[in-house]
């Protein structure tokens, strides 16, 4: 009976060992069927060494390498930066990094860089903490991404400048009504008897005239700045001397000088050569005389200066006029932006933005310094012709 029982408790034992093996292998080849299956690359990893245990076909595929090889590296090897790596793999087995860990580039066997998300989760086998790893290559994820974000740019920058022509419209039709009425009013003045007046029709003539001529100057500069918006005509920088370039300035804007009540004094350091799209720097150089003339004070002066500074050669024109309120100097350069002080003086409130888009155009800056009653200093830069 004993003998019996004991060949009956061995064919159970052996029964059930059979079962568990069988047990065994079919989660083994479930886990492998998954493993191998995954349609992320995913890696299998010592804990304590960070060598690759396993690694499936879509980890092979995406790193390049033969199994034989991929089992001979370490999951720092992986990485362009070996260090953080070491660090990720010791924080998940300490259990301090979970989750999906992001900001890492990783190598292919070619040497082929790309961004990666790892999804690390640890686990214990036959007492040895392993690290199972999902990567995810996020190549395309951030192009898109890219792609997203330059279109919402674009699409930004188009509801900018519809905005900007809105609101440049409307300035334009308001900028144009004062002389349009005036030029309609005078007009029938003379049509309605004016012509018969010889005492003031010269000036009613004249008047139409000064009109009509802020309607061109008005005309002209928004040609201007959309030219200058477009880009759609490149600059013809030549290189050009500074001193001669500048005398050339002041002798088109003679009228103005010998109106204005203020005097021109010039000091242009010698042999400054600058690069520049000559006609467009020219209208720099008209609008801020202009402008230091228009606001100047009879028996004021203008001053025009040049010096070299490093690679850039830097220009001022300093007048002695009334000078730009605090609260201006902000908006000072914004197209049909006129401080409240200088409303009575005829202008299109186009030629300081001009000027700044013109120097920018040469990858120059401009900045204005002012106290008011005592002038004001505008102050650009050029390059050097080399």
Do not use: W
């Not at 004062?178 to 005492?199: H, N, Q, V, Y």
Request: hydrophobic share 40%; net charge neutral; charged share 30%.
């Amino acid at each position: 009976v004993e003998l019996l029982e004991g060949i009956a408790s061995s064919i159970g034992s052996a029964l059930m060992r059979k079962r568990l093996e069988a047990t065994v292998r079919e989660s083994e080849e479930k886990y492998r069927g998954v493993f191998e299956s995954g349609f992320d690359p995913v890696l299998f990893v010592d804990g304590r060494t960070g060598r690759i245990e396993s690694a499936n076909a879509a980890a092979l595929q995406m790193y390049g390498y033969a199994e034989d090889e991929m089992l001979a590296l370490k999951t720092e090897a992986l990485a362009t930066d070996a260090e953080k790596a070491r660090e990720c793999l010791a924080g998940v087995v300490a259990g301090r990094t979970k989750g999906v860990v992001t900001g890492f580039r990783h190598k292919k066997k070619d040497g082929t860089e790309f961004p990666v998300e790892i999804s690390a989760s640890r686990c214990a086998i036959g007492g040895q903490v392993k690290v199972i790893a999902a990567v995810h290559d996020t190549t395309r994820r951030l192009r898109d991404a890219h792609a997203a974000a330059r279109a919402a740019a674009e699409v930004e920058l188009l509801q900018a400048r519809e905005a900007m022509v809105t609101e440049m419209m409307a300035t334009v039709s308001h900028e144009m009504r004062t002389p349009l009425a005036a030029i309609k009013g005078f007009s029938e003045t003379l049509r309605c008897g004016g012509l018969d007046d010889k005492e003031n029709r010269l000036d009613f003539v004249e008047t139409i005239e000064r009109h009509a001529e802020r309607l061109r100057l008005l005309v002209e500069d928004m040609l201007l700045m959309t030219d200058l918006d477009s880009r759609a005509k490149p600059p013809a920088f030549e290189a050009i001397d500074l001193a001669g370039f500048v005398a050339e300035g002041v002798t088109s804007v003679a009228p103005l000088i010998k109106t204005g009540g203020a005097a021109l004094a010039c000091d242009i350091s010698g042999g400054l050569t600058v690069l520049v799209d000559s006609d467009r720097m020219t209208r720099v150089i008209q609008n801020l005389l202009d402008n230091a003339f228009k606001y100047n004070r009879r028996g004021g002066r203008v001053d025009i200066t040049a010096r070299a500074d490093g690679a850039m050669a830097v220009v001022t024109v300093r007048d002695t006029g009334l000078g730009i309120p605090e609260r201006d100097l902000g908006q000072i350069f914004d197209r049909f932006y006129r401080g409240r002080a200088t409303k009575h003086i005829h202008g299109t409130g186009l030629g300081l933005s001009i000027v700044k888009a013109i120097v920018e155009l040469h990858d120059g800056r401009i900045r204005v310094e002012s106290v008011i009653g005592k002038g004001s200093a505008f102050h650009f830069t050029l390059p050097l012709a080399r």
